[in-house]
């Protein structure tokens, strides 16, 4: 079974500060996403990295594909409110039928 | 365009209860997937169908949950009868089809079962 361990599980940070979160798994992903989730929504795809070593950037934050394609990374700087959310990793496995599983989420409150 | 619409947003029964829920996809998404998912967690997913056919349904309870995508449109998942340990969020989500892995999602039902 494959399984994704997102770290920390949680996290609480004052605004202004830097944070990163990890998503790992012992498996090859073909892709990988991050989705955010806020309270009473739906998660919403943030990116989707698809080539080992690769790195996007959305503003504030910066997304990382292991070099192996078996982990990522998510990393915000100068936290605002508004980043307040579950943070979810969720990895395409290839074969016969593409699968997506998600990752065990990362729940992050910035304090004003 | 109209996003991903559930219907009900929250439901409340009793154990042994039976309950429904609606989906309807964005237009012209082949691929329909229903996820349940705990408070803090990440979704699980319970069936995907591509169409009107269940391609995984591998981690849907069968004994007690049913599903169906008649026309390959609109999809209904039924839990009967419903257990204390039901208690979650259940999210549809639909995308262009499995192979384009972005998923959109709806805003979820939230069953609790008393």
């Known amino acids: 079974t494959q399984l994704l361990e997102q770290s920390p599980q949680f996290l609480s940070i004052q605004e202004g500060e830097n944070l990163t979160v990890y998503c790992n798994s012992s498996?090859?992903?073909?892709?990988l996403q991050w989705y955010r989730q806020e309270p009473g929504e739906g998660p919403v795809l943030l990116v989707t990295?698809?080539?080992?070593?690769e790195v996007k950037k959305l503003k504030r934050l910066t997304f990382q594909f292991g070099d192996a394609r078996k982990d990522s990374s998510l990393h915000i700087t100068a936290a605002q409110t508004g980043d307040t959310g579950l943070y979810l990793c969720?990895?395409?496995?290839?074969?016969?039928?593409?699968?997506?599983?998600f990752g065990t989420g990362t729940l992050l409150a910035v304090q004003p | 365009e109209a996003g991903v619409v559930q219907s009900p947003r929250y439901k409340i029964i009793e154990k042994k209860q039976p309950v429904a829920f609606w989906c309807n996809p964005i237009?012209?998404?082949?691929?329909l997937y229903w996820y349940l998912q705990n408070l803090g967690q990440g979704p699980e997913l319970l069936i995907r169908?591509?169409?009107?056919?269940?391609?995984?349904d591998s981690q849907l309870p069968k004994d007690r949950f049913s599903a169906e995508r008649l026309k390959g449109v609109d999809s209904t998942l039924k839990i009967q009868p419903a257990e204390l340990g039901d208690s979650a969020v259940y999210l549809c989500?639909?995308?262009?089809?499995?192979?384009?892995?972005?998923?959109?999602f709806g805003e979820g039902s939230r069953l609790t079962v008393l």
């Open positions: 969720a990895g395409i496995y290839g074969g016969a039928t593409n699968k997506l599983i």
């Open positions: 169908y591509e169409n009107e056919e269940a391609v995984d």
């Open positions: 498996s090859v992903f073909s892709s």
């Open positions: 237009s012209g998404h082949n691929t």
């Open positions: 990295v698809v080539t080992g070593g």
């Open positions: 989500a639909s995308s262009l089809d499995s192979y384009t892995g972005e998923l959109f």
